[in-house]
């Protein structure tokens, strides 16, 4: 059972662009909300994170809004460039900190 | 500042031959400790995860085992390699105590079954 949901699969922007992609949970007890940015042959890495005491969270071109009621958070990419081609996976984790769980990943492609 | 470290980046190995994958971690004491597996152009499959020394949680049963001889060292293993091991491998840390949790990813090593 997939306990983070991710969408869309795959994405492609226009540079310039805003890339959105979305992700849904069910375990109302993650208290924790990492996204992780992941480019070919690396490992992931931090992105940008949230806990769902606040509705948004903006780090220079990137944002995470979060809707607590509705157990959905988002990631926006404003001004989307080609560098920021890469694989996106959202993740949730639970106040014990021993477990991760991700979305299944979004590729991410921004068109020069 | 913590530091992953795995290794070798990439392996090729014949079916049936044994594996040993390396993880260790610097600037930290008592970490998490997990290893992954990503398929091509798929998500993130949790193997193992570890809390402590000689304490190894699997999710997964498969072909693989892992062990933590030491704090901040985790080996992922294999006696005889399948063609369906292909992938790539990725180990992580995360620290118990932090408010805020998430896992540091190391560089990651591409298994190729052959």
């Known amino acids: 059972q997939q306990q983070v949901k991710q969408s869309p699969q795959s994405l492609i922007v226009q540079k310039g662009g805003i890339s959105i992609i979305n992700c849904a949970y069910e375990?109302?007890?993650?208290?924790?909300f990492p996204w992780y940015q992941q480019f070919p042959g690396k490992g992931p890495a931090l992105l940008i994170a949230i806990r769902p005491d606040v509705s948004e969270k903006k780090e220079g071109r990137f944002t995470i809004s979060f809707n607590k009621s509705a157990k959905q958070f988002s990631l926006h990419i404003m001004d989307s460039q080609p560098g920021d081609s890469a694989t996106y996976f959202c993740a949730a984790s639970l106040p014990a900190g021993n477990q991760f769980y991700f979305g299944t990943g979004t590729s991410l492609t921004v068109i020069p | 500042s913590q530091t992953i470290h795995q290794w070798p980046a990439t392996l090729v190995q014949p079916v049936g031959s044994p594996l040993s994958l390396e993880c260790t971690v610097e600037?930290?004491?008592?970490?998490?400790l997990y290893w992954y597996r990503q398929a091509a152009g798929r998500g993130l499959q949790l193997l193992f995860y570890?809390?402590?020394?000689?304490?190894i949680s699997s999710e997964v049963p498969q072909n693989l085992s892992a062990s933590r001889p030491q704090d901040r060292q985790f080996i992922l293993s294999s006696k005889k390699l399948l063609l369906s091991d292909s992938g790539f491998y990725l180990c992580?840390?995360?620290?118990?105590?932090?408010?805020?949790?998430?896992?540091?990813f190391g560089q990651g090593t591409r298994l190729t079954v052959v």
């Open positions: 375990n109302t007890a993650f208290d924790y």
């Open positions: 992580a840390w995360s620290d118990p105590r932090g408010g805020n949790t998430e896992a540091f």
């Open positions: 570890s809390v402590g020394i000689g304490q």
């Open positions: 600037g930290t004491s008592n970490p998490n």
